[in-house]
């Protein structure tokens, strides 16, 4: 079942996000995972007005999650919807609930009268079956990421 996040689901997003990070063929490069942090930006994501965190909880616990949120560009008027992490439990992909969260997170952002809706993948995680969906939702690529270390 599709849910809007609350405080008490906080300890099971961080796990599971914690989950992605191992799995990541990307994000583990970038930055060491640290629980306190974790901790707390989940918290102000869940209580941000401008933020929205799903999860799709099942029987079995937490089957996925998606944090989004709205931000207006520098040079702008017009309110964009973002994601910032999308999770979906290796034994729940292929179903429902990553196109559920999606259609949920799209209705949260047309509430806010966003004009654009944007999604990423930067896992790395089976990118090319993302990127597939994304395109079946209706979405074109829009830029490219590139990461020098310092």
């Known amino acids: 079942?599709?849910?809007?996040?609350?405080?008490?689901?906080?300890?099971?997003?961080?796990?599971?996000?914690?989950?992605?990070?191992?799995?990541s063929a990307n994000h583990n490069q970038l930055y060491k995972w640290d629980d306190e942090?974790?901790?707390?930006?989940?918290?102000f994501f869940v209580t941000n007005e401008s933020s929205l965190v799903l999860i799709d909880k099942g029987e079995q616990g937490l089957k996925?999650?998606?944090?989004?949120?709205?931000?207006?560009p520098l040079a702008s008027k017009d309110k964009?919807?973002?994601d910032v992490m999308f999770?979906?439990?290796?034994?729940?992909r292929g179903g429902t609930t990553a196109?559920?969260?999606?259609?949920?997170?799209?209705?949260?952002?047309?509430?806010?009268?966003v004009k654009?809706?944007?999604l990423g993948s930067s896992s790395g995680l089976s990118q090319q079956r993302?990127?597939?969906?994304?395109?079946?939702?209706?979405?074109?690529?829009q830029a490219v990421t590139y990461v020098k270390e310092v």
């Open 116 to 118: 654009y809706i944007q």
């Open 64 to 72: 996925g999650f998606f944090i989004g949120q709205i931000l207006t």
């Open 37 to 43: 942090s974790a901790l707390s930006t989940c918290k």
């Open 130 to 141: 993302t990127l597939n969906m994304y395109s079946r939702l209706g979405y074109v690529p």
């Open 1 to 23: 079942m599709i849910k809007q996040a609350t405080l008490f689901d906080v300890p099971d997003i961080v796990r599971i996000g914690h989950d992605l990070y191992n799995e």
């Open 80 to 82: 964009m919807a973002l």
């Open 87 to 92: 999770f979906i439990r290796p034994a729940y």
């Open 99 to 113: 196109y559920r969260l999606i259609k949920r997170y799209e209705e949260w952002a047309r509430s806010h009268d």
